[in-house]
């Protein structure tokens, strides 16, 4: 037996010991490799290294999860470590400059209400002024009947019922009377008679007018109709001054005999009526009595005769008179 300590061996032998790579760590349950023979001779060593046998490779066990640590934190939030005995230390909330700002936003006008509020309760109650009210006076001269009436609106120059002014409607003739044929016309009775009507409407409104009667009938092809149209004082003369024609080529403008504040118009040349093919001769007598305008309309199917339609307006303008 040789006498060589076990520490001793052979350079071949420490090198094939002590591989440049460590071996792995083996579990408690793995084969371990057969290692080499100590005890034989150093004759009968090999000179070279033998090549242990490929090792069996453990299965390398799954190592468990390890803890959240300060530097790694985990699913929940950092770990804490902790000494036995002691007490855990509880962290303080941060808060973003988000959060601060939106604090900031939220705070600022409640804090400046109260401020507000506390300010304004401390200060003395302002006294409300005085109710000012004028003294009813009176004057001390009597007053002159005659002055105030004049003062105030005047009275209608033709009162009462305009329809009893009216001229018969001639025998034998149709009745065509607009309206609701009791022979008064309101406004729109009258702006129906043309074709702008709604412009007509807002005209009659505007122009001061307060109430309308009318007769018309319908002899052969010829309509007559003859409207007595009362105005507000004040408004009388722009509406027959609006009314009034201009002469032109296709209508003959004249007076009336004996009335110098009237017109007589007779068409020349054939007219169309509204929304319609249909073709008329136009013939109107035109006067004023005080706040009332007389009207006499022919809307005939040939040229209108000019003495028959200056016999309807005298006979209208003596009744009104």
Do not use: C
């Amino acid at each position: 037996m040789s006498t060589e300590s076990a520490d001793a061996a052979e350079p071949g032998t420490a090198a094939a010991a002590e591989p440049s790579t460590p071996p792995p760590t083996a579990s408690p349950t793995a084969t371990a490799p057969t290692p080499a023979n100590p005890f034989a001779p150093p004759s009968a060593l090999p000179e070279t290294p033998v090549t242990p046998e490929t090792p069996v490779v453990p299965e390398t066990p799954v190592a468990p999860d390890a803890p959240d640590t300060p530097d790694a934190p985990g699913a929940f939030g950092e770990a804490e470590v902790i000494e036995a005995g002691a007490e855990p230390v509880r962290r303080k909330p941060r808060f973003g400059v988000g959060t601060l700002f939106l604090t900031a936003v939220l705070a600022g006008p409640l804090v400046g209400a109260g401020v507000g509020y506390a300010i304004q309760a401390s200060r003395p109650p302002t006294p409300l002024p005085k109710i000012a009210a004028p003294k009813l006076s009176y004057p001390a001269e009597r007053v002159d009947p005659k002055a105030l009436a004049a003062a105030g609106p005047q009275p209608l120059d033709i009162d009462g019922d305009l329809r009893k002014l009216l001229i018969e409607r001639p025998a034998g003739t149709e009745d065509r009377t607009d309206g609701d044929g009791d022979g008064w016309l309101s406004p729109d009775d009258m702006a129906e008679n043309y074709g702008d009507s709604a412009r007509e409407f807002s005209s009659l409104l505007s122009g001061g007018f307060r109430r309308a009667a009318s007769v018309a009938w319908e002899s052969g092809d010829d309509l007559y109709q003859v409207t007595l149209a009362q105005y507000v004082p004040e408004s009388t003369r722009r509406a027959i001054a609006d009314a009034a024609p201009s002469s032109t080529h296709e209508s003959e403008v004249s007076l009336i005999p004996g009335n110098t504040e009237s017109y007589l118009v007779i068409g020349k040349q054939p007219l169309h009526y509204a929304r319609s093919t249909d073709t008329y001769y136009y013939g109107e007598a035109l006067a004023r009595k005080g706040n009332v305008v007389m009207t006499v309309a022919v809307y005939a199917k040939n040229p209108v005769d000019r003495a028959q339609l200056e016999d309807i307006a005298k006979r209208q303008w003596e009744k009104l008179a």
